[in-house]
């Protein structure tokens, strides 16, 4: 898993490539062998018996027989055996338009359905496949007959004008997460109701593992028209595998002829495959070793898995996370804004498998770094001393909360004290009326403040009216008297007031009775 000089990867001892999957399925390097055997051909006419040689070895590694696996056509890029694939299932589609219209029916004009956020190639055709506009600059020509479509509506688009279904095993419409085995089975279902071919493109998507070649057999058992390949059989040279059911096979003739060149990494390919066992592997155990591994960080979402294709979701912008990866000499790719992707060979060491989990741990615990939020330099007040300062000062507490100095005037909120419930007043003494008419003014104001609470909701805004008349003539002879200088009240002035206290505290009480 050590990083190539591809321009994927960066060159330099110490590196882990987590997408070395891409490179070799089983880690090893076969590409020299069968360069050697490319140039060392007694003649430069082509191996005619290779295209045959290479349908073998995929029937055998799949245990498919030659109604899946019909033929397989050797192209010198991915995006050419997409362009294969596409002339093959509309060839299909108008030989099917053909008997139609023998029928009465009126021929559709043929489309290419394809999901929302896929990526098939940087080719024209592969571009407008794609459902990513980015991959696409504005100065391409528009191709007609493509149509995309998110995968909760995929299936619902598919009619007998959909000459081709293209559908890769993972939707990148969002984070990426692998599309699940009822919605596979779904698609073939209706593909096989409407006549229309269905091309998975495994071109980014290599050996699954499980006892398995492919991610669509693996998580539902469907089987396809036609499937694209290119992860991990060439190398991380340009090339692609286009492997033919029976129902396309017939359709690919007069096509580009296959590349010798580009057979023979395949094959050699799939001879290690076979030597080696490769797809015996629990492709689970990696994905299962990793989430153990990463269970407690707080930055990690979520855990997309299908075979040795992981999807890592995260709460960090996936920039970031380059930069902490790079400086941690680990490279993988970017899925998404909040998304990166591990594709790492089928047959790894324990060693190896320790070493890239402890890579991709380094990482998310420097991104956990990053995120900590510096102390607070505010000073904390332990909750007893808060308890007792509330205590001493009941609208301090509040102050202090709110950034106010501490010798600021309270809120008259804050100053109104304590409030008198009605259960107060039940439990108080009944004969409190009977209180002596020689009380101090402290308790003449606590008689005053209960005959203001009404007992009887229906009065309750004329009391308060009464009480505020009350309030502003109260505060009229404050004014007066703090006016008057050294001058004592007369005998007849007390006696005369105690009375209109009295016939005052009376008239209250009779109104809380009524």
């Not at 882990?16 to 090893?28: D, E, F, K, V």
């Not at 009822?182 to 699954?208: F, M, S, Y």
């Not at 956990?368 to 102390?375: D, G, I, R, V």
């Not at 505010?378 to 000062?393: F, K, R, S, Y």
Request: proline residues 5%.
């Amino acid at each position: 898993m050590n990083a190539t000089g591809s321009d994927d990867c960066p060159l330099g001892d110490g590196w882990i490539n987590a997408i070395a999957g891409r490179l070799s399925p089983t880690g090893g390097n076969s590409c020299r062998d069968a360069l050697h055997q490319f140039a060392d051909q007694p003649e430069w006419r082509g191996d005619v018996a290779l295209p045959t040689k290479i349908t073998e070895q995929l029937r055998t590694l799949t245990q498919h027989d030659a109604s899946t696996i019909a033929d397989c056509i050797s192209t010198s890029t991915k995006d050419q055996a997409l362009e294969h694939a596409l002339v093959a299932g509309r060839r299909h589609h108008q030989a099917l338009q053909t008997s139609d219209t023998h029928a009465g029916d009126v021929p559709l004009s043929p489309k290419c359905l394809c999901l929302v956020g896929s990526d098939h190639g940087r080719s024209i055709v592969a571009g407008m496949a794609s459902g990513n506009s980015s991959l696409r600059g504005d100065e391409w020509p528009l191709l007609p007959g493509f149509v995309h479509a998110p995968a909760d509506r995929f299936v619902d688009r598919i009619d007998s004008s959909t000459a081709v279904a293209l559908v890769s095993p993972w939707d990148f419409s969002g984070v990426g997460q692998p599309i699940s085995a009822e919605w596979w089975a779904k698609c073939r279902q209706r593909c096989d109701e409407t006549g229309t071919c269905l091309i998975i493109d495994h071109g980014n998507v290599p050996a699954v593992g499980n006892g398995h070649l492919f991610a669509h057999e693996m998580v539902a058992g469907i089987s396809a028209d036609a499937v694209i390949l290119a992860a991990g059989l060439t190398f991380d040279l340009p090339g692609g595998l286009l492997v033919l059911g029976q129902s396309l096979a017939a359709q690919a003739e007069g096509l580009v002829p296959a590349n010798d060149l580009v057979g023979h990494l395949i094959s050699s390919t799939l001879s290690m495959l076979l030597e080696s066992d490769a797809l015996a592997t629990d492709a689970d155990a990696f994905a299962f070793a990793l989430a153990e591994r990463i269970a407690t960080r707080g930055c990690v979402r979520d855990l997309h898995v299908s075979g040795h294709t992981v999807v890592l979701e995260l709460d960090v912008d996936s920039q970031a996370w380059l930069e902490k990866a790079n400086a941690k000499k680990l490279h993988a790719s970017v899925c998404s804004e909040h998304s990166v992707l591990f594709q790492p060979p089928l047959l790894m060491t324990n060693e190896e498998q320790a070493n890239l989990i402890d890579r991709i741990d380094a990482v998310l615990a420097g991104l956990e770094q990053n995120q900590e939020p510096p102390p607070s330099s505010a000073q904390v007040i332990p909750e007893q001393d808060a308890a007792e300062a509330l205590e001493d000062n009941d609208w301090g507490a509040s102050e202090l909360a709110d950034g106010e100095p501490e010798d600021s005037e309270p809120a008259d909120s804050a100053r109104t004290g304590a409030v008198i419930t009605d259960e107060a007043l039940e439990a108080a003494p009944a004969n409190e009326t009977e209180a002596d008419s020689d009380t101090s003014d402290e308790t003449f104001q606590e008689d005053e403040s209960e005959e203001m609470v009404d007992e009887d909701p229906v009065d309750e805004e004329e009391d308060e009216d009464e009480f505020d008349e009350e309030y502003d003539d109260e505060e009229e002879q404050d004014e007066e008297t703090d006016q008057e200088e050294d001058a004592e009240p007369t005998e007849q002035d007390e006696t005369e007031l105690e009375n209109n206290e009295l016939d005052e505290f009376e008239s209250n009480e009779e109104t809380e009775k009524h």
